[in-house]
Structure formats: structure tokens, C-alpha cells
């Protein structure tokens, strides 16, 4: 993600590396300059490195080795004192080798061994990886008078993926897909913004046109077939939106806004099989053995989306608030939909809507040594897309992918941030949330069950401490914070399996910069995951001798040591 700042009025240079453990080895360096008064120019480029943290033990490998390669451009021109247009280029090359799951269980065939160190494997497959995007942007701002600002926003983005996943993480081809990916899109905004004295909104126009195509195989080296799908989805969407806000009194704002969709989703999906190992579309010259699916569809969805927040100020430190919103994702199409199975999958999904009811309160106490923040929410969540992957029953073979409007849900929890000013240069941060989300009503569609929402902790939690030396270190400043991250169990999936649930767990990290007393030079020393802790981030489920029996987990980064260099002029 690129966010580009406003150039400053001066030359302006920054260069940083990092490097640590694994190999790790990142340059970054920006600059810009004016060229005339009205005229400033800036760039930045960026190369990210790090060895990987584990191997393949049959080729030798890195699993997960990083290769990343950035770069952006920006102009921004100024005529007039009313008038400012920037132009903003950026191009992203990532050529990493794919990271390769962790078995959990011995493979069938026994020449995939459960590996002492999560980072390593056994997989036959190449580890070759390359991502490429690219877009630009151009914003043109016309501030007409002290009240009205108007804005048009203009962007485009284009990327392709290459990339091999080995689902089993075997040597032999149980489980493995080849995939590629390209999309574009093309996106227009067009702002009006009033800024009065107790009265301010923004009103705007948004438009996207966008394309996304893919193919991969699924090679089923235990049945000797492959599976092949392929199609293309094209989105057109159209949206009006306003919203307004205006002070009733010195205490008390209102605020109402509301939001117009009008969004066209259109797809081609073509699904089958394939004798042996490989279909025709990654080279190899395979009959056709079974087709799945093959249609073209495209459905219409039109959403009106309302807002209102009311803010109270209790006191000039303290000030409470509710608001009420509602959201909306449009429907689509299952890209992977296999219509032999569940010839549903043809009709598409509807959409997704969702209401928001949260209060709160925000306020500073104790001569501002103390500040807190305090949210409660309840999100009643209707339709939702679920996708369900599951193996089919024989003799019949594959694996159904269904994503359908398959559950109702309710969302409901609280966030509590404090910050406390401990000592002159001692302070302390906490914060604490509880997310109770599930599921209150579950079609049977297939023969998984959908019990929990998958990837969504009930409890998470962070305490940080930084301590700030009042005197000078060797005529700088150092500041040092260590931190702890709690994150309570976590399902991988819609339903529980024990095998690969993550059960809670905390982190720990720590971090020493030293500043210059120029502002300059900055030093810095940081230290992630200190305990070396193995904790599951994501995982495949795919049981059954047909699918090598695959269980296999993904994992966060293990313990890394840092040292960041700064120079800033």
C-alpha cells in the first residue's frame, strides 16, 4: 500500500537499511525537491530481502525467501493558490519463493515426515513466485472559497500473479496447483467538501470498472486426474454518497450521511477435468476427461446504505457518542463454483448486509496524564458469504467449492484503550477487546457443518510500556518500549478442528531507537517475537487418502532481531 504525502517545500532526502537475522536486508530511500515555485517532484524506492526461515529438505530450498523490489514517482503542481494537481506513479515486483506448509500429520505414502521445525518441508514442487503491479493516480484539488473544495480523483492498477501452491507439501503430486492471475481496474471519484461554521459535509460521485481473470490446475496425483478452472469476473460500479455534520449546540453534533450502489457483476466460469497429471492450459497434452462447469452469467444489485452518529461533549476533556450505520457487500460469482455438484453455483450469491449499533465514550483525565477510550458495538450481519470447500463423496471426485448467502450472524463485543502518563518519562498503553461473533442461523448446504467464524479471536489484548531517558545519549535521545500481544484461540475454519486450531497465545517485542540531536540520524534496535513462539495463522484441511490426507499449517514470523539505520536531511 502506497499513501503519498504532500512533497515538502525544500530539498528533502531520506535513506534507511535494515538488517538482521535470516538475512534480512531492506533499503529504502526517498527524496524530493522543488523544481520551480510551483512545481515539486519526489520519488521513492524501496527493496525488501530475507533468506526465509526454513528449507526445502529435498532440493535445499528457502521456504519462504523474500525478493521484493519498489518504486513511486509523484508531481505535484501548484499555478495558483486555489489549484493543485498531483501525479503519482508506483511499480511492485515480488519474485519470493511461495511459503510451503507445515504437515501436520506424516504423509500417506511416508516420504513426507513431520519436520522438527515448522519452517521446513518436503515438497516437490518448484517454489517460484512472481507478483507484478503497477498504477497510477491523479488528483486535482480546486479550493473555490473559504467553504467549498472540490476534488477529482482519477486512478488505474493492473497486476498479474504467477505462482505454485503445494497444498500437501509432499514430494510426490498429491495436492499441488499452478495458478495465474492478471486484473485491472480503473476507478474516477469527483468530491464536493463545505466547510462552514457549524455546518460541514462532502458529497461525491465514485465509478469503477474492473476486470479480474485466473486459471489454475488442481493435480490429483493419487487418482490420477486433474482439475481445471478457469474465467474471468468483470465489476461495474456506481456510487453516490453525502455526508453531513452539523453542531446543534457548542455541546452537542449531529451527523447523517447515507450511500447510493448501483453495481453490475458479470463472470465466465468453466470448470472440468483433465486424465493425468496437468491440463492443457499449463502445457501438458491431457484429455478431457469430465467437464464441470462452463456458463456466463451477470446479475444487477442496487443498495441504499444509511448513517447517523450523534456526538455529546460532556465536558471540554470528555464527550460521548452513538451512531448507527449500515454496510453492504454486492453479490458474485464462485470463481471455483463446481456445477455437477451444486448446480446452484451457476445463479451466483446475493449480497451481504450488515447494521452497526455502537456507543462510546473518549475523553482525557488527570491534567491529560490519563486518556481513554471506550466502545461498545452490536452488528446483526445478514446473508453472508460463505465459501465451503469440500471434498466430494465417491465415486464422484474433486473438490465443491460453494460460496452462497448460507448463514445469518451476530457480531457484538467492546474496545478499551487507556494511555497513561505513569512517570515524567515513563508511560504505559492497554488495550482490550472482546469480539463474540457467531453464527445464529446455518442452512445446510453441504455436508460441512458451519459453526464459528474462522480467523476471528474472541479476546485480544496489548500492554506496552515506553520509557523515554531524560538525559541526553551521546548528544541524542533514546526512547524504549516493549510490548505484549494477546490473542485468544482461534479457529481455522468455519468449524472447529482440533488438529489445527490455534490456541491462545501471547507475543512478545521489544524496541530501543536512538535520535540524534539534529534529528538526522536515527538508531534502532528491535527484537519480534521474542520467545520464539509458534503460533498458526492459516491452514489446509483436506482429508482423505485422495488428497494425501492434508493437514497443513501456516505460522508467523519466529523470533527476528533488527538493526535499522536512518539518515534524514
Known amino acids: 500500500k502506497f499513501v503519498t504525502a504532500t512533497l515538502a517545500d525544500s530539498l528533502a532526502f531520506s535513506a534507511k537499511t535494515i538488517v538482521g537475522t535470516y538475512g534480512e536486508t531492506d533499503v529504502n530511500v526517498t527524496a524530493s525537491a522543488p523544481l520551480t515555485d510551483t512545481l515539486k517532484v519526489g520519488g521513492g524506492f524501496e527493496h ?70 515448522v519452517w521446513d518441508n518436503y515438497s516437490g514442487m518448484s517454489p517460484t513466485n512472481s507478483v507484478s503491479n503497477f498504477g497510477y493516480s491523479a488528483l486535482a484539488q480546486w ?59 462532502v458529497a461525491g460521485l465514485y465509478y469503477l470498472d474492473g476486470y479480474s481473470a485466473g486459471a489454475a490446475d488442481t493435480v490429483l496425483g493419487n487418482a490420477g486426474l486433474t482439475l481445471y478452472f478457469a474465467g474471468d469476473a468483470r465489476t461495474h460500479s456506481l456510487a453516490a454518497y453525502t455526508d453531513v455534520s452539523y453542531d446543534l449546540t457548542d455541546q452537542l453534533e449531529l451527523s447523517a450521511g447515507v450511500r447510493f450502489n448501483d453495481d453490475i457483476r458479470a463472470a465466465t466460469v468453466f470448470r472440468a477435468f483433465y486424465l493425468g497429471l496437468g491440463s492443457p492450459f499449463f502445457g501438458h497434452a491431457n484429455p478431457l476427461y469430465q467437464l464441470r462447469t462452463d456458463y456466463e452469467n451477470k446479475k444487477h444489485f442496487h443498495n441504499t446504505s444509511p448513517h447517523v452518529s450523534v456526538t455529546y461533549k460532556l465536558t471540554d476533556e470528555v464527550s460521548a457518542y452513538a451512531t448507527y450505520s449500515e454496510g453492504y457487500k454486492s453479490g458474485g460469482f464462485d470463481m471455483r463454483g463446481d456445477a455437477f455438484l451444486t448446480p446452484q453455483t451457476s445463479q451466483g450469491y446475493g449480497p451481504e448486509n450488515i447494521r452497526s449499533y455502537e456507543i462510546g465514550m473518549k475523553g482525557t483525565f488527570l491534567d491529560q496524564r490519563l486518556s481513554l477510550n471506550l466502545a461498545a458495538y452490536l452488528e446483526p450481519y445478514k446473508n453472508v458469504q460463505v465459501t465451503i470447500q469440500t471434498p466430494a463423496t465417491p465415486p464422484a471426485v474433486g473438490i465443491a467449492s460453494v460460496v452462497a448467502n448460507a448463514a445469518s450472524a451476530r457480531i457484538e463485543g467492546f474496545e478499551l484503550e487507556v494511555h497513561a502518563a505513569v512517570l515524567g518519562s515513563l508511560s504505559a498503553n492497554f488495550s482490550v477487546g472482546l469480539a463474540d461473533a457467531n453464527f445464529v442461523h446455518t442452512p445446510i448446504l453441504t ?52 488438529l489445527l486450531d490455534q490456541p491462545g497465545y501471547t507475543l512478545f517485542d521489544a524496541n530501543a531507537n536512538w535520535v540524534s540531536g539534529d534529528g538526522h540520524w536515527n538508531l534502532g534496535l528491535h527484537g519480534k517475537n521474542l520467545t520464539d513462539k509458534h503460533y498458526r495463522i492459516a491452514a489446509y ?29
Do not use: C
Not at 499452478?178 to 480503473?186: C, G, I, K, L, T
Not at 541524542?476 to 478442528?497: C, F, W
Not at 487418502?545 to 534524514?568: H, K, M, W
Open 48 to 117: 525488501l530481502q530475507h533468506a526465509g526461515f526454513g528449507h526445502n529438505l529435498l532440493t535445499g530450498a528457502a521456504n519462504g525467501e523474500q525478493k521484493v523490489t519498489a518504486g513511486r514517482l509523484t508531481a505535484e503542481y501548484r499555478p495558483t493558490g486555489d489549484l493543485f494537481i498531483r501525479v503519482s506513479g508506483d511499480a511492485y515486483f515480488d519474485h519470493s519463493n511461495q511459503r510451503i506448509g507445515h504437515r501436520i500429520t506424516p504423509g500417506i505414502h511416508g516420504d513426507a515426515p513431520v519436520t522438527s521445525n
Open 143 to 201: 479550493t473555490m472559497s473559504d467553504q467549498w473544495t472540490f476534488k477529482s480523483i482519477s486512478a488505474y492498477r493492473a497486476g498479474s500473479t504467477n505462482t505454485n501452491i503445494d497444498f500437501a507439501s509432499t514430494p510426490s503430486p498429491e495436492l499441488q496447483v499452478p495458478a495465474r492471475y492478471r486484473d485491472h481496474q480503473f476507478t474516477q471519484e469527483l468530491q464536493a467538501i463545505y466547510t462552514g461554521g457549524r455546518l460541514n459535509g
Open 447 to 498: 455436508s460441512s457443518a458451519i459453526v464459528d467464524f474462522a480467523l476471528v479471536p474472541k479476546w485480544t489484548g496489548n500492554f506496552q510500556l515506553d520509557y523515554v531517558i531524560p538525559q541526553p545519549v551521546f548528544g541524542g535521545g533514546v526512547d524504549l518500549n516493549a510490548q505484549a500481544s494477546y490473542r485468544s484461540k482461534t479457529y481455522m475454519y468455519t468449524a472447529p478442528i482440533p
Open 541 to 569: 484441511y483436506f482429508p482423505g487418502a485422495l488428497y494425501g490426507d492434508t493437514e497443513t499449517g501456516f505460522y508467523g514470523d519466529p523470533r527476528t532481531v533488527l538493526i535499522s539505520i536512518q539518515y534524514r536531511y
